[in-house]
Each structure stands twice: as C-alpha cells, then as structure tokens.
C-alpha cells in the first residue's frame, strides 16, 4: 500500500459549483467510472476504487475442472477408492473455496483518493491517495487535468 499527498490551486475564476461540477463530471467519463464517489460535506470527497484480479476468479474454476479427471480414476479402481475419491474432490472443492474467497472478495485492490477543498478564494485542493495508487496514475491526473479545465498538449495537429 503507499500513499501520495498533492497539493494544487485551481484557476482563480473557478467557483466552487465549477469545481463541483468538474468532478462529478470526471466521475461520470470513461477514467473515473470504476470509482465511487462519497460526499462527506461540501469541501470534503471521497473517491474509492476497487478493482478485483479476474485472474483469481478464473483459478478456482480451473483447479477444480482439474480435478474431475482424478475423481474418475478413483471411481475406477475400487469401492474404498471410490469413496476416498469423493472425500478428497470435496476437500478440495472446499479448500479452493475459501481460498479463493479470502483473495477474490476480501483482498481486492484499492485506490482511494481523499479530496479537501479550501473555502478561500483561489480555491486549493489537498488529495490524499492511498492504496494501489501506481496502477491509477492515469485516472488521478485525469481528475486533476479536468479540475484545471482540461491541459494543453503540444504535437502533431492542426494550430487555430
């Protein structure tokens, strides 16, 4: 888990319904639809992230398809073997279960973004993020990039 602390003003003729505005903005496009947005009062957001491995979903079915071909080799061999089989393909169903529900559901990451805004004029805005921050750097200056009023990229295009 890290942290990172940004500190930043935003254009002096923005209000802050502009900034509101801005934000709620950011969350409804493509970057910030992933997060949910918690207003704790006017000058305080909370933007949280929680993204699942899919990887982990897919793996407990795959190890227990594995397992049925075993299964069948018990069944053939004996009676005792047979019931050995069941036991051992239903403790490993179960194992894989809890497994997989300890890292699929209670261990997802999570990037959350504390927002505080001043009530001064510029206003300032203080984030706190925390988390898998790394794997949402893109998401983050979106939201930055939309409270500045968008940024200006120089390269190839046309100039107006």
Same mark, same amino acid.
């Given at each position: 888990?890290?942290?990172? +602390? ?6 002096? +003729? ?12 950011? +969350? ?43 299964? #069948? ?33 209670? +261990? ?51 100039? #107006?």
């Amino acid at each position: 888990m890290s942290v990172f +602390n940004d500190e930043f003003t935003v254009p002096d +003729n923005y209000t802050m319904a502009d900034v509101k505005y801005r934000v709620k903005s950011w +969350n409804a496009s493509y970057l910030g639809k992933d997060y949910i947005m918690e207003v704790k009062s006017e000058h305080h957001i909370i933007l949280t992230k929680t993204k699942h491995d899919m990887k982990l979903c897919f793996y407990p079915c795959i190890a227990l398809l594995l397992g049925i071909p075993v299964l #069948f080799m018990f069944v053939l061999a004996s009676p005792y073997a047979f019931l050995f089989g069941i036991f051992a393909y239903i403790a490993l169903v179960i194992i894989v279960e809890v497994v997989a529900v300890y890292f699929f559901c209670l +261990n997802p990451k999570k990037a959350e973004y504390n927002i505080t805004f001043s009530h001064e004029m510029p206003i300032r805005v203080r984030v706190v993020a925390t988390g898998e921050i790394g794997m949402s750097a893109h998401e983050y200056q979106g939201l930055k990039d939309s409270l500045y009023g968008g940024r200006i990229e120089s390269g190839l295009g046309f100039d #107006f």
